[in-house]
């Protein structure tokens, strides 16, 4: 089974309308992130949290909003959602505390991400 | 303004040859640098670099960091068709990861 997990994988929906996807992951991370991606310009950051109290913008956060409803689960809302935010998006996790798998490494500085397998989302 | 710059953006070689792309960055408070491979689907962690100078390698790829030049170059020998792919180059930026555009590197047979 997937670590990280997104739901929808495909949507496509209507200018003006609400859109939530949803991030789940069972790697037991604190820290989860939203990104999207956009041909030529990578993977851009919209929201990060680090625990479920702790939630902060990105790049671009415009547009977007987020909720972080357990450890396991990090949401991103898209209220009004406008033809330029079609893309890809992707959630990660990361726990720079936790060694995985690299032995001597120091605590808080490992911060590889465990992406999910991406949310293509088209606005009409 | 941060920013992680990748070059080339593209890039088309032939089976057995050596590749070289390349991050630089400009970044407040640099941590890690770290390099992806994405395929058709989400990005997967290749290596992450934080000292200048030591090379991290997994089999024919390898990777090194120049904190002085603000840069690393992920080098593939031996090239083949499997490594076609989008490499990422992130930088950790205090609690931020700001991404490059990316290399899309095709190998043809």
């Known amino acids: 089974d997937a670590d990280v997990t997104q739901t929808p994988r495909n949507r496509i929906t209507k200018t003006g309308k609400r859109i939530m996807l949803e991030c789940s992951q069972t790697k037991g991370h604190d820290r989860m992130y939203w990104y999207r991606q956009d041909p030529g310009l990578g993977l851009r950051l919209i929201y990060y949290s680090f625990d479920v109290k702790d939630i902060n913008k990105g790049e671009i956060s415009d547009g977007y909003s987020v909720s972080r409803q357990a450890q396991a689960k990090f949401s991103l809302s898209l209220e009004s959602a406008i033809p330029n935010q079609t893309a890809l998006y992707f959630c990660?996790?990361?726990?720079?505390?936790?060694?995985?798998?690299?032995?001597?490494?120091?605590?808080?500085?490992?911060?590889?991400?465990?992406f999910g397998p991406g949310t293509r989302l088209t606005v009409l | 303004e941060d920013k992680v710059v990748q070059s080339p953006l593209s890039l088309v070689v032939h089976e057995g040859d050596t590749v070289t792309l390349n991050c630089s960055y400009e970044?407040?408070?640099?941590?890690?640098l770290l390099w992806y491979k994405q395929e058709k689907k989400a990005p997967t962690f290749l290596f992450m670099l934080t000292s200048s100078g030591i090379e991290k390698k997994s089999g024919r790829l390898s990777s090194i960091l120049d904190k002085k030049e603000l840069s690393s170059i992920l080098n593939i020998t031996a090239t083949q068709t499997g490594d076609s792919a989008i490499y990422l180059c992130a930088v950790e930026d205090n609690n931020d990861m700001r991404f490059g555009a990316g290399t899309r590197l095709t190998v043809k047979p």
């Open positions: 970044v407040t408070n640099f941590r890690s």
């Open positions: 990660a996790t990361s726990d720079p505390n936790k060694a995985a798998g690299t032995s001597g490494r120091p605590r808080g500085t490992y911060n590889e991400q465990f």
